[in-house]
């Protein structure tokens, strides 16, 4: 297959012309392995594979992303027209470690994955950065050619699957993937359970509550040799089907994989638009990246509450709204630039945020006091500093897990997702 690397190149994108589904495309996945790898003020993107799996379980009309509120963004074109077939924003553990003080010591490497619907010609493939909602920088490009022999057409993997709660057609709902790490054959039905509890969790807080007939969710049953996860800090490693683990950046709470294909490779049994990987321990953590997974412990007394906050992560591509809990993470945010994240701003642009939704009396920045605790305005604290971001409302589950739910705006960009997953 031929690729050509491009290197940091900024430019504008044309605007996206509809886009007649089966024309272009064929009702499974194309899905593109690839390797991000730097330092703190570089990298670069190695291709691993590209393959075909069974299932498309994303939208066949909302084609092309409208919201982008990712760090990252790929664009699959037409190869001789170069018209715009398929766009998503999306954010990398690999763009999270570069804040790390680790990543000016060393380079390090980490597993990406995209995926889109089936092409029936030849397509370009480009991925660019994204680090603010008006700049698209070009790091790499790719022909790909549908019928290349050398396209792994393997079979998913040999692991149970089970509808839990099927509403309707894929292509026209939010289909979640929930995916087991740390189960034993013997955990099957507490698997199951434990996926119950957290959807009838999910489908209590607004505004899922109001959309659950635009959801479908099904289960697979990733067998570990292993119960429970990796904890470096007491020197605790299993054997488990993922290879989860506590301290990810040296964060006791940061629970997440590094083996990002297995991931996919077990997802791939179902149809889905989002992966939760449950984590069947009962230590407080988990991890949640925009349009790449979910994960969380199952059974710590405040699992429920990580979930839906990290699930905000992964599906909404919300962001963090504390500041005084300790992260591995510095100058995460450029403060002379406006955050891709629908719920955070530094004020640059705010009239492209929540402006809209905020009242003509409400003072900019807004006083953090109790005769503004239901408003919505700008609360300066966010994004794990104290000063210069700002956030929509006093409380919200994206600040704290002792919040009543999400704030208005985050509802809004929940909402909004859903809609376009679904519409």
């Given amino acids: 297959m031929k690729y050509i690397l491009c290197l940091f190149l900024t430019f504008t994108t044309p605007l996206h012309a509809g886009v007649d589904f089966s024309n272009w495309f064929v009702d499974r996945s194309m899905r593109v392995d690839y390797v991000l790898a730097g330092d703190k003020d570089s990298f670069d993107i190695s291709l691993s594979r590209v393959c075909e799996e069974p299932f498309w ?61 089936y092409p029936q010609k030849t397509v370009k493939l480009k991925i660019f950065r994204h680090p603010t909602p008006d700049e698209k920088e070009l790091n790499y490009s790719i022909y790909i050619n549908p019928a290349d022999i050398l396209i792994e057409k393997r079979k998913p993997e040999a692991f149970e699957s089970e509808d839990i709660s099927v509403s309707g057609d894929s292509h026209r709902k939010v289909d979640l993937a929930f995916i087991a790490e740390g189960y034993t054959a013997a955990e099957k039905e507490k698997f199951l359970d434990d996926v119950r509890r957290f959807s009838r969790y999910l489908f209590s807080m607004s505004p899922y509550d109001k959309n659950r007939d635009k959801f479908n969710i099904r289960t697979v049953f990733s067998v570990s040799e292993d119960s429970g996860t990796d904890n470096p800090g007491i020197n605790e490693w299993k054997k488990t089907v993922l290879n989860s683990s506590f301290y990810t950046f040296y964060s006791e709470r940061y629970l997440t994989t590094m083996d990002y294909w297995k991931v996919r490779d077990i997802a791939a049994c179902v149809p889905y638009d989002q992966v939760i990987v449950l984590v069947n321990t009962d230590k407080y953590g988990g991890g949640g990246i925009f349009n790449h997974y979910s994960l969380f412990s199952a059974d710590n007394v405040l699992s429920e509450q990580v979930f839906i906050h990290e699930f905000g992560h992964a599906f909404a591509g919300l962001g963090d709204e504390y500041y005084t809990s300790s ?5 995460f945010y450029d403060l002379d630039k406006e955050p891709v994240e629908p719920n955070l701003t530094t004020l640059v642009h705010f009239d492209k945020k929540w402006k809209s939704m905020v009242r003509s009396k409400t003072p900019i920045p807004t006083p953090a006091k109790k005769k503004y605790a239901h408003t919505v305005g700008a609360f300066e604290g966010g994004g794990y500093i104290a000063r210069g971001i700002y956030r929509p409302q006093l409380d919200c589950r994206m600040k704290s897990n002792t919040a009543d739910g999400f704030c208005k705006v985050c509802q809004k960009a929940i909402q909004d997702m859903i809609n376009f997953y679904s519409e």
Avoid: C, I, M
């Avoid at 909302?62 to 919201?67: F, G, M, R």
């Avoid at 992260?327 to 100058?331: F, G, I, K, L, T």
């Fill in 57 to 117: 379980g994303g939208s066949e009309t909302n084609l092309a992303d409208t919201l982008d509120y990712g760090n990252f963004l790929f664009e699959v074109r037409d190869s001789v027209t170069d018209k715009l077939l398929y766009s998503r924003s999306f954010n990398t553990l690999f763009r999270e470690w570069q804040t790390t003080s680790e990543a000016g010591r060393l380079r390090k490497a980490f597993q990406e994955t995209l995926t889109f619907p």
């Fill in 327 to 331: 992260v591995a993470y510095s100058d």
